[in-house]
């Protein structure tokens, strides 16, 4: 408890900003204090990072820690982000992004930073909905689920997020739940101190919009579904499609080395420089 009360204060602004916008049970707190011990682990001084959201649910969470905070527009984190990293390389650049925010206006951002392979850390909260505008479907919301704009049931597909990123060219990525958050804050940090694009899709709940809508039970309920749905990426390897359909796998599902996007871009200013002279 103590080593807790520790970090409230040491990374939050526990005096300025609370209390929170997230409704009781929301699983992005979990997410945050993942962020929170990945960092204390690594020993980051607060100033040597800077995080950034977009809009919705997790846009709000960079207000609430003691970091460099940007909360830009939707769909625009990633590009704040490359232009921070851009301009201070030097700088730990996070960012937090909901699975529409990132892969439905935002969704071009988002592959092609990972094509660029830009050194940016970027943590997907994906809770299937649309939670803070009125709980619209989203690009992961399932076939088959309601929402308050698929009243009878959803017709599309949802993106694989993590995949995406891994056939995008992101040079670490991978996926765990809010229910594991030991394992969610060990994989944080893995993907921090990753040099490249790093992606760490997160299953989450909104067991507000999402949950109740589609009678999934209490904030309890869906973390205890993601407890008995979960596969690690070992175990995933030697089952079939049949027994792998409606799972969640987690774990690394990637890790590879790629040319950085800053060091390239600074081998054609140093090219530039040669030719001008």
């Given at each position: ?116 392979n830009v050194d940016v850390s970027a943590i997907i909260f994906n809770n299937n909905i649309y939670g803070m505008t009125g709980g619209q ?73 999402y949950g109740r809508y589609n009678r999934l039970g209490t904030a309890v309920d869906m973390l205890k579904w993601q407890r008995d749905n979960s596969i690690p990426v070992e175990k995933a390897q030697k089952l079939s499609s049949e027994e ?34």
């Amino acid at each position: 408890m103590k080593e807790v009360t520790k970090l409230i204060h040491k990374y939050l602004r526990h005096d300025k900003k609370f209390p929170h916008v997230s409704c009781p049970g929301c699983g992005n707190g979990i997410i945050l204090g993942a962020l929170i011990r990945a960092i204390d682990r690594i020993g980051f001084a607060k100033d040597e990072i800077v995080l950034i959201s977009g809009i919705g649910c997790s846009g709000r969470m960079p207000v609430y820690v003691d970091f460099n905070t940007l909360h830009t527009t939707h769909g625009r984190a990633l590009t704040f982000a490359t232009g921070i990293k851009l301009a201070k390389p030097e700088l730990t650049v996070i960012v937090f992004m909901g699975d529409g925010d990132a892969t439905a206006i935002g969704g071009n951002h988002f592959i092609h930073a990972a094509r660029r392979n830009v050194d940016v850390s970027a943590i997907i909260f994906n809770n299937n909905i649309y939670g803070m505008t009125g709980g619209q479907f989203s690009p992961t919301t399932p076939y088959g689920m309601k929402a308050t704009t698929a009243p009878y049931w959803h017709i599309e597909h949802a993106f694989k997020i993590a995949e995406l990123a891994v056939t995008a060219g992101a040079v670490f990525v991978g996926r765990e739940t809010v229910y594991n958050a030991k394992g969610l804050d060990a994989l944080i940090e893995k993907a921090l101190l990753k040099k490249g694009f790093s992606v760490v899709e997160t299953i989450t709940h909104c067991h507000i919009q999402y949950g109740r809508y589609n009678r999934l039970g209490t904030a309890v309920d869906m973390l205890k579904w993601q407890r008995d749905n979960s596969i690690p990426v070992e175990k995933a390897q030697k089952l079939s499609s049949e027994e792998l359909e409606g799972k969640i796998i987690t774990g690394v599902l990637v890790d590879r080395e790629l040319p950085i996007y800053q060091h390239e871009y600074d081998r054609i200013r140093e090219r530039a420089r040669e030719i001008a002279v």
